[in-house]
């Protein structure tokens, strides 16, 4: 369906909403070429089992940095197609973050002609600027210009700096600038949320803030990092369970939930080697029964020592990986 540009906002006020995952991208450990039919594989457990409500294709999580312009394009193209499959009803956002502008634009525009939702553009790293907003502005403003479909920012420190609220807002007013993807402590997007959140859809990819976002801010979507798919299994669906609480008001069921799952995050977050993040996730997936496959360079393999550590790790975590342990836990 295509959306006009003055449509965007309204469109995204009312689909962009509940639990969207960023993928880990698959590749084949013989070859490091792409695995489709593993990640086809994913997209169809994550949207059948897991009820993830819509996905950040070919992100940092997603290794896009080490990915031909090609390979994204394809990422594109099978998500929206698993997505669109028979009645699915989950959404992609798609990642045109780069430092050439050219790439950015070709990839938004292969986005809306395969028929993605979205799109996000990750702020530039920017070389001798010490005066940035009308730079961003601009920058943003020439994406806007170039495509109807709706777009979401994403200011991360990787970029060597954060774009303030007060930029944020004015960058909102374009009229297909629909979400943010808002990496900064609380209280910048606690203000950015009180500043334009009648005109900017603001989330952040932390899964430890998400329950009080929803609670304390009116939140409508988890946008976006690995937990939906690592911490649920078929028959473990809290993060669900939690969210949809939380969405309506039943704030100490939801909190109980979400409290019940840190065992769980701990089990990831405390194996995790700092310099391995794809690596270490991608085993998790694997010992979930997910795709996972081999990283790329730079990224680094975890070592068999690592290895071993996050297996223990995941089998006394407490979350349940069958109907069995489901059953017994109820």
């Not at 990915?67 to 798609?94: D, P």
């Not at 479909?149 to 060597?160: E, Q, Y």
């Not at 496959?293 to 975890?302: D, K």
């Amino acid at each position: 369906m295509t959306i006009r540009r003055s449509e965007a906002k309204d469109h995204a006020r009312a689909h962009l909403r509940g639990i969207w995952a960023a993928a880990l991208t698959p590749f084949r450990p013989d070859d490091l070429a792409l695995d489709e039919a593993g990640f086809r594989r994913n997209l169809r457990h994550w949207i059948d089992d897991l009820k993830i409500d819509g996905f950040f294709v070919a992100g940092k999580q997603g290794e896009f940095f080490s990915m031909s312009l090609a390979e994204r394009k394809r990422t594109f193209e099978i998500a929206v197609e698993e997505t669109q499959r028979g009645g699915t009803k989950a959404r992609t956002i798609m990642s045109c973050s780069d430092q050439n502008m050219d790439t950015v634009v070709e990839l938004a525009r292969h986005a809306e002609a395969v028929g993605a939702d979205y799109v996000v553009v990750h702020a530039p790293v920017l070389h001798f600027v010490s005066d940035r907003d009308e730079v961003l502005y601009e920058y943003y403003k020439h994406v806007s210009e170039q495509v109807g479909i709706g777009i979401a920012l994403w200011s991360h420190p990787d970029s060597g700096y954060l774009m303030s609220p007060e930029l944020c807002a004015r960058i909102a007013e374009l009229p297909n600038v629909v979400a943010i993807k808002y990496s900064v402590p609380r209280e910048m997007y606690a203000r950015l949320t009180k500043l334009a959140g009648d005109r900017l859809i603001v989330s952040t990819a932390s899964e430890d803030e998400w329950f009080d976002n929803i609670v304390e801010l009116g939140w409508q979507v988890y946008l976006c990092s690995s937990p939906p798919y690592l911490l649920q299994t078929r028959h473990d669906l809290r993060m669900r369970e939690y969210t949809d609480l939380a969405f309506k008001g039943e704030v100490a069921r939801a909190r109980a939930v979400r409290d019940s799952l840190e065992p769980v995050r701990k089990a990831l977050k405390g194996t995790r080697p700092h310099a391995k993040p794809h690596a270490h996730q991608k085993h998790w997936q694997e010992l979930l029964g997910q795709a996972g496959g081999a990283v790329r360079r730079p990224m680094l393999e975890l070592t068999d020592a690592e290895r071993a550590a996050t297996r223990a790790a995941f089998e006394s975590c407490g979350l349940r990986t069958s109907a069995a342990a489901k059953a017994s836990a109820a």
